[in-house]
């Protein structure tokens, strides 16, 4: 959970959210450095290049909104796209270690594997991370701003 917010100002969603939740290592600044930022700017279906084009033509077009029912649902749909490239990630893993074990692929063959491997599966999560820990922000003082003032 994102110091200084409540429980109840951020979504509940699974058991899995021990997964899911920032751990006390994860910041923005690791992500950008990780290279999140590239990944957002290039990622073809919903970066920030793709994005800049069809608002050209669909000025509405977003895919979130100030609002908090918004927010929460983009936050849900990063957790999908994670998962999605994590069983990626794993399971073509397994079959590439699997078949450099049964002979079929060379040295040459699992270090491309793996290479491309990293960073079709695993680098995607880099920008999910990246993407909730500014979503929980986004949360947290939209939340603040919805709730009523103990002062007043």
Not at 20 to 32: A, G, V
Not at 41 to 61: A, F, I, K, N, S
């Amino acid at each position: 959970m994102i110091p200084g917010s409540r429980p109840e100002d951020m979504p509940r969603f699974s058991i899995f959210d021990f997964w899911f939740q920032p751990k006390w290592f994860e910041s923005e600044r690791l992500y950008e450095r990780l290279g999140a930022l590239v990944l957002k700017r290039y990622v073809p279906t919903g970066g920030d290049l793709v994005m800049q084009r069809l608002r050209r033509h669909h000025p509405e077009r977003r895919w979130v909104t100030v609002s908090l029912q918004s927010l929460r649902s983009y936050e849900a749909r990063t957790r999908l796209n994670e998962s999605i490239h994590l069983i990626g990630f794993i399971g073509f893993t397994a079959l590439a270690t699997t078949k450099f074990a049964s002979g079929a692929l060379t040295t040459f063959g699992l270090a491309t594997a793996m290479g491309l491997n990293l960073f079709l599966g695993l680098w995607p999560i880099v920008l999910q991370r990246y993407n909730r820990l500014r979503l929980y922000r986004a949360i947290d003082a939209r939340s603040r701003l919805a709730r009523p003032t103990l002062e007043n």
